[in-house]
Each structure stands twice: as C-alpha cells, then as structure tokens.
C-alpha cells in the first residue's frame, strides 16, 4: 500500500527499488507498479546512491537494524511502528538518525486520520478549554492467529500502543501514571498464549488530566475506533465513519450501516496523508510529526501497563529509563 | 414532583396528606393541588389509619428514621437516595421494613428512563452475547453549592452513586472490585471543601466483564448521561436525547441543539415510571424492583471508591460487612 | 386530553363543567378529574355566567355553530381544526366571534411543537437568509377507518390542511398558486370511498419561494412528520424524534428505534402548549397566534388543491372567494 | 481524473494514449502519467489498432461525432453524459454503436455512488415494498459562470439530467407524466441569461408511483444531494457524507462537518467504480449497465420538463419521438 501510494498519489516521488526477503514478492511488486529495481537483500537499496529516503516495512525485529544501517548510508527514513519492542535497540536506532542527522517518521498512522487530526486540533486551539478527560475506545474486528499473538508483545505493546501515541497526541502531553486491568473474555485461547484480550488503562497526564482507554481484540460489528475530548468548555467526540449513508426505516426498527470492517479502509486517506508528510518533510527539511522518541514512548507505555498489569496498582511512568 | 405526578398521572391514587418541617411549604402544596392535609410533623401521617403508603424526600439524614418509624406504622416507603451515609443506619431501616412486612423502593429513578432500561433489557435478552465491558459518562451540568457539597458526602456518594447502581442495574450482576481516580479540576473551591469533582472509577463484575464510570461536576454543554454495554455479540449505546430535532446546515457548519440540561427534564417520564411502579408493588403485591438492598450496596460501593481513591490500588468489595 | 391538561398542567385554570352528547362520557370525565358539572347539552353551558372560555371538540359539522353560540354567549373560545368544511359557515362563525369580541383560536397543535416552532423562528430571525424552498413530509401511521374517510371531506380537507397551515406558518406568507397530483396507492377501499391516499402538492408563496408536501395515509415505521427550509444562507432541517436514544451495534447492523407512533406522543408537548397560549391570550387581552382566518385560509387552500387534482393543472388561490 | 483512475486503479488497463484538442493538455498528462501517446487529434487514436477502447471527455456538442467515429472504429466507447442536447443526433450515436456491436457507457457516475446504489438494490430487493414516493433533492454549492449557463441547454438539461436518471434508476421504471416549475431566485443573471436556478419537477412512473426532485443552484453549505424512496414496507433514506466524524458540544450547542463540498469528493468513489464497471463489460462481453438508451431518455425528460415549465401543466412524456 506505501508503495502503491507512493508511487501513484504522491507527486514527485520516483519509487526508484523494491526489496523484500521474498524476492518474487518484491520481483512481483516492481513489476505490477513499473519499478526498475526489484532486490531481495535490503542492503543493495542502501548501497544505491541514487535513492533518498526508505520505507521500512518488515518484520517487527527488523526495525532497529535497518534503521540504523539506513542512517549509516545517509537515507531518510520512514519505519512501522514499533521500532522494537526493546528499548535498547530503539535507543541505539534513535542514535544512530541523530548521529547521521537524516528524518526518521515512525508509523503511527492514525494521526493522520481527517477526524481524529481535526479533533487534536479543535483541542489545541482551546474550543473545548482545559482538557479534563480523554476517552479512547478501540477495538478490532477479528483477533489476530494465535501465532502471531505468541510474538505480538501482547496486547499493550501491539494493540494498545496505538492508543498511546493517539492519547499523547490529542493532547499533546505526556502520560505520567496509569493503571491497567485486563483478562481473557474473547477466546481461550488467547489466554493460554499468554497475553489478554480485553483491556482498560486509565491514565493521568502531565497537567492533571485523565484518561480511560478500553481494548478488544473482537468487536462483531466491526472496526471501533472512538475518542472523546472533554474539557471546561465542551467536550470533542469522534465516532466510526460508515461505508453508506443509507438509513432504513421499517415496520421493526431503523437500520443504518456497520462501521467500516478491516483498518485498511478505515485509515486509507491516513495512510496516504502520512506519506505527503514523510515527503514533504525531507523536501522542505523540517522534523516528521511523529519522531522516533515518540516511537519510543509508546513502547515505554506499553511496558509500564504490562508491569500494572500485573502488579495490581498505579505506575508512574519513567521516561529516562 | 412526586406529589404532583401521583396526583395527575398515577391512576387509582388518593394523595391523603403532605408533611414539611417547613409548614408553609407543605400548606401551600396542599393548596395548590386540594390535598386535605397538610402537616409540620410527619408523624401525624404515619398515625392517620387512612394512610397506605407514604413517600419520602426529606433531607438525607431523616431518611433511614423515617423509614424505620413507617414501617412500624405498617406504611409501605418509597424513598429518595441514599437511605442514609451510615450502612449501620441503612442496616436498621431494611430490618424495620423486613419486620414489619411493607414495601420499600429506594428512588433510583435512571432505572426507570426508557432508554437506559431498554439498554438493560436488550443485555438480559441477549442482544449482545456475554457483556465483556460497560461505560458509564455521567456529568452535571453545574457543580452544587460548596454549602451543599460540604455535607454531601463527596462525590461517590452523592453522584456516583447513581452510577454504581446503573452499572449493576444494567448487567444484573454484582461489581466485586473497584479502583478510583480523580482530583479537582472543575473549581478549588471544591477541594477547599474536601471533595473531588472528577472522578474514573474502573470496576470489575462478579462475572468478569470491566466496567469504566467517569463524573465530572461541570459540563458546559448539558446534562450529559450515556452508557454503553459491549459484549460478545454487539454494543449497546444510549446517548443524550436533545430538546428538539433541528438541524442547520450554514455555510459555516452544522448545527442541532444541545443535550437536555436539567436532570428533572432529563428523567421526567423515569419520575413518574418509578411512582408508577411503586403504586403498583402494593396494589399487586409484589416486590419493587429497586429494594432496600440496591440502596444498600450503591453506597457501600462508594464507600470503598472513596477508600480506593485514598489508598491507589484496586478494592474488593465486601458485601457483608 | 385538553381537559386533563386544563385541569392538571395549566396554572390557574379553573374546569368548571363538560358537555358531550354522549352523557355517560360527559359523566365519566368529570368524575375521573373531579369537575363539578357534566351536562348532555352544551347549551347549559354557555348559559353558565361563571364561564369564561370554552374548547370545541366535537365533531367537525358542529363546530360553526358552537363557535356562533358561544361568541354571543361572550365566551372565549378555542376550537379544533377544521372549523366546518364550508367555506360560508366559517365566515359566519367569524363573523360572530368578530362581532363578540371574543378570542377564537383553532387548534392547529403542529405550531407549537417545540422543533416546528424553533424551525419557524430561526427562518423568521434570517437565519437561512431568503426561504426559496419548502419540503414537508406528513405520513399517517394507519390510514382511518373507512367510515371516516367517507366523511372527512378527502385527504387534503383532512390530513393536507395541518401541512397547509405548517406551510404558511413556517415563512408567515400566504401560498398563491399550487398543483397537486395524487393516486389510491395504500388501500383501494379508500379509492372506492372517493378519495385518495397518497398526494403530492407543489406550492407558490407570494415572495416566489417553492413549496412542495407530501401526504401518504400508511407509514409502516410509524408517524413520520418532517419538514425543511431551504434558502439563500442556509437550511434548517427538522426530523422525526425517537422514544428512545438506543443504538445496537450488531454483528449485522445499526439499529436504532423507529419514530414514535401516534399524534398524540408526538405532539403532547405541543397539545399543551396551544391550551396555555390560549389561556394566557385571554388573560393578557392578546390575539391568539392561530386566528379564525388562518383556519379559513387552510380550508380554502384544501378545496384549490382538489380542483387542481381533478384539473390537472396550476391554480391560482383566491383568498377572496 | 478517468485517466488516472484508469492508469492506477483499475487492474489489467493499459492507457496507451491521450488526446486533447489542447495539445499542451494532452502532453502535460502523459507526461506525469507515463502515456506514450499524446495527440492533439482524436483521430490518430481511433486509427491505432492497438488500441479497444476510448473514454470520451470533450464538451458536449462533440460528443455524438466521436461516437460515431470511435464505433465505426470498432472501438468501445465511455462517454460522459450528454451525449448530444439534440435527439437525432444521440439517435445517430446509438445507431452507429449498435451496428458496430461495440459497448457503450454513458457517465450517470451517481448510480455507481454506494450509497445510491445500495438504495437501489435495496428497493429492487422488495425491502420497501411497492414503492410510493420518490424524493430527490439536488442543490450545487455554486452556480457555474454565467458564459457556461448560457450553452449549458438550462437546468433541466444540464443539471436536473443526472435526477432524471436517478429517478429511472432508483425504481427501475420509466417516467412517464411531469410536471415542472421554478425560477430565478439565487442569481438574477442566471435568469438574463434565459434560465432558472431553482426548479421543481413532479413526476409519475408507469407503475403508478410518484417522484418529486427539487434543484437548486446554490446550496452555501455545500453539494446536497439526498434521496428518499418511501414504499408500502418501509422507507430508504440517503443523506450527504461529511468529510469527518467529529462532533463538538459546546455551551452554545452541537457542532458537526458540513457536507462535503465539491461533486470530485463526494463522487470519487463512483468514478471510480463506472470506469470498472466499464473495463469489465468488455472484459467479459457484457451490456454496460447505463446504457445509450438511458443518455436519451434523459435527455428527452429535459426537454419534456422545459416544455411544461413553459406551459404550466402535466405533460406525457413520449419515448417514441
């Protein structure tokens, strides 16, 4: 898909290699999309003078290495969240950007969603006052296979991080204590895996404000993704865009449509719009709005509601660990 | 309003007598809706043979003696919330009515709001599988006097309590653990007098589901009162009805009305559906659906908020002590 | 119902008797809301020097001639819509209210609901600039029984004459021209009948704004009554309210409730509403809002749309025939 | 816009050539669209064997010629709606598209609008019943210059063609009586320019139901375009998508997006899917599903509409001139 946007939607952008650990899945791509290079080793991408910035799409365990490979070899970088799921290594790739002084962005893509951007900025801008509290509520459709659950970090560190960075960023303040509850109501097995299924965290912020952020790994009627602002002087609320707008009215009830089903159609102009920034922010040289320190706070997060979690009580969160 | 509403809208009732510790406020009501009598002392009802049932909304502190003196009258109660701040004096009151074989509804009127109980109808059917998680928003729309709130009991128990007991009305099961947050946002003067004015309380049910309940003391919008139950099968949400349907469209935006803004206007038609209910209780002999027990355990429940808020960790709730 | 509201909700209002010409109903109203006098005849009533007002809601034919009695009696008086379905025998009756001196106010109820009337008042503050549209939107739940539409005087005498009046209320200008069209599309007994059940009218108002209402005698989702102005900065939208703010998210769709079902939920605010302005008009001395000439014009405007029907084209209204 | 959905979103097409009697125009985007062919003469293209199919985008009055050519061409052919405002001339473009036995496509891209199309499906499915009543209302954001409106053939043809066609589609039967009126009240130099700017038609389908569309030049909150199709089982009701799902509550009241304001938006995904539809009925030999007949009988309702706008009464509509 960043490919393709890329390619298509971004104007000026030249998609110069595709690589892929795959080589017929990368040779499959160039040749759908009309790209000339089509490599199985990363490394040969980085070796290319010609190419300006990279998009890091592997595998999780990936990330750190090849960001800091590709701010050796003086790229931009674009990268999934999350860089890793061990500080450390998150640490040493955001060294290495600073180091080779090259843009790093990190996939928090939701950001760039028209509704959730549009209520970061009504709150910026006061329409609603001091910010009191944030309700986020997120729920995916269909749990992931359990094999990728037994890799995932569990929920707090693959589900919930977008939840994180997405309560950072209405605010624009950092988290500074949180209590998490969870348990295993969807499936087993899940359970038996090792993580958890249903999620809450409440958390409080920098200037007092508090938070509640609920999780599920199945919601039947589709993809949930919801937000509330409340403040002193009114109250922001986001709710699930739908594929029609066609309502029915019969003998029983009124019927209207389900939210959208899978996060792809849901965040389609978000996953674009991340890209225009990406790009226009190694045009005009400027910091991405989402920096790796913000890649690396979710996961801190993360880890301090893993730790909650289980120990049954509030954690203040210490981002110099 | 009790008064009135059982005198116009409740079919088959006699309103016999009023009592207020001011006299001309019960002598003036009495006038206005040609009640025969009206009293100082409300023991001169209790005496009066003629007298069924009577209807209790004095001020909190009378409320568990006079439940006890009218159950020893033979009278069947209807009283507003809390029975009283002291769960011994709440003790006493259900063993006088236990004793003395009457009925008592304890006036926790949002069960009686068409939408909250078709909420909890549609959960006790099924409509949603197995609740996994409950959400509770409820806001005032100004904060009470600092006069009133000095002896109110603070937060939990004069405004959450409502929602302990929407939160078990709606799963008809019992909450087992709690843990409360919150602090003073909305005005000092608040804390001054030793209370919070937003408040989360995150809770857990005998069954498993997760619940999340959060007051704030001022919404600038509104009276401001939504749930939502999400189970295994679908979600249940109930918003806030508005005065009127009219929508704007401007050249700037669109524009519909704001939430209803008093409680009284809000739960109008649950006013008079309690009163209804309990009329009936008696004439059919049956049990109200709020009972001296739902009173009981909405406070004890705040009682262990308050202790959870203190102390920063997670509470069991015991119901025995 | 206006009795009970008389009675219970309007302050000051004293009932003092009822009249039907079926005694037992008379009877049984006034013992149910303890009113002193029940009579047969309404004659004894208008005998009656301690009456001040009177409410017309007998059958359509009557109305005239009360209406003439009770203006030489010096009764004020508020009468149901429609005055008579003959043009002379409503000028006669105004004619006789005029010569009194009293107040006549008809009971068009629609323009006292609370949305109608925000509608009406944000079009008559500008807010939508220069109207140049009206959409309004009028479906029955069940159609009437046949007996009933034999004598109704046809849909647009019956049912079209409260969107006649809404249409003229909602700009405060007069229609000069209309078509309608229209078929037996519900139930061919009504066609048997001789009337139709399903219209469609297009209006002109005198400024140059487009009207167009539609009528159909069977909704299956309930009463269905809305409206829209549309004009040069804007248009105000006015929808259907719902018995409850209900929303399930199932694993097939959103479902909310249908719109509520009869006249009399819909519009109880706004039957209320009339009684109270009529009582204040006689108490402050004011010309009620809803005059004899605006029950005439509704009626006039029902008979240009069934010559149309049967013409087949645009007619003019003559507001002095 | 159909280049680049053609050239990035359609699967399997290769754009081989543009042409533009701009020649810079045709350079310029295959140049950033990577075309190899950029002519300033159609003809050259329906000269290339290479080449299947055409998509016509010129203005109106070239559009029948190059039908014509492209079909002796053996080309298949998209055109964008009209095909000619003269009735002979679109019959030549069918006749010589049928003896070629090529495909043709007309531009109705708002039956392949989602929303739209599920109404469609959804009465053709019975969900509604027997249909009663249409409802279309179709107002632009703002009206075209005026040296646009003065060859635009009038509202009927040029802007109320697309509610024609909706109004064929939504039921799947023709329209046979109308009824039109309207005027000039948003510009009165669109109505020295010989048209009107607001305009109602009052239509009858040959099964018996009726349709009423209303247009309007200029709608400042943006493009409105909603439908209502009301049957004996139920109604379908279609409202403007908005470009966010935020909502604001406020002290003064509740705040959401405005629709979305150009016809590109609020269209995009229905371009998209008429260009796919059009690439597969070649693919796999089958009739388009709007078809030449469907450009003419849109085109024959204009005129039939202008005719009774002049007389001011119903007029048949015949499909056989």
């Known amino acids: 898909m960043h490919t393709r946007n890329l390619k298509y939607q971004v104007s000026g952008v030249n998609v110069a ?34 190419i300006e910035a990279v998009v890091i799409c592997s595998s999780t365990d990936t990330h750190a290495q090849i960001i800091s490979e590709a701010a050796e070899a003086g790229k931009h970088i674009f990268c999934e969240k999350p860089i890793a799921l061990d500080i450390d290594k998150i640490d040493q790739a955001i060294t290495a950007v600073k180091k080779a002084g090259v843009k790093l962005q990190v996939g928090f893509n939701r950001r760039f969603d028209p509704s959730f951007k549009k209520a970061k900025d009504l709150v910026a801008k006061g329409t609603i006052g001091t910010p009191h509290l944030v309700r986020i509520t997120s729920r995916d459709h269909e749990p992931p296979p359990i ?138 040289d400027k910091e991405p709005s989402v920096s790796g320190m913000d890649g690396k706070i979710a996961v801190q997060i993360g880890y301090v509601a893993k730790e909650s979690l289980n120990k049954g ?9």
Chains 1, 2, 3, 4 share one sequence.
């Open 147 to 284: 094999s990728y659950v037994k890799v995932s970090g569990g929920i707090f560190l693959d589900m919930m991080i977008h939840d994180f960075d997405m309560a950072r960023f209405l605010l624009g303040q950092e988290v500074v204590e949180l209590m998490a509850v969870g348990s295993c109501l969807v499936d087993p097995a899940i359970g038996e895996a090792g993580d958890i299924d249903t999620a809450i965290v409440t958390l409080k912020y920098e200037n007092g404000a508090w938070g509640t952020i609920d999780n599920s790994r199945k919601a039947v009627y589709g993809y949930d993704q919801r937000i509330e602002i409340f403040g002193s002087e009114g109250c922001v609320i986001v709710g699930n865009p739908k594929p029609t707008e066609v309502i029915v009215n019969s003998a029983k009830d009124t019927i209207s449509d389900k939210p959208l089903y899978f996060f792809i159609e849901r965040y389609q102009e978000a996953y674009l719009a991340e890209m225009k920034e990406f790009i226009n922010c190694i045009r005009e």
């Open 313 to 321: 009580f509030f954690m203040n969160i210490n981002y110099l660990e």
């Open 17 to 50: 290699a595709v690589s892929d650990v795959i080589e017929e899945a990368a040779q499959k791509i160039a040749q759908e999309l009309e790209i000339p290079i089509a490599e199985k080793d990363y490394r040969t991408l980085l070796e290319n003078k010609n």
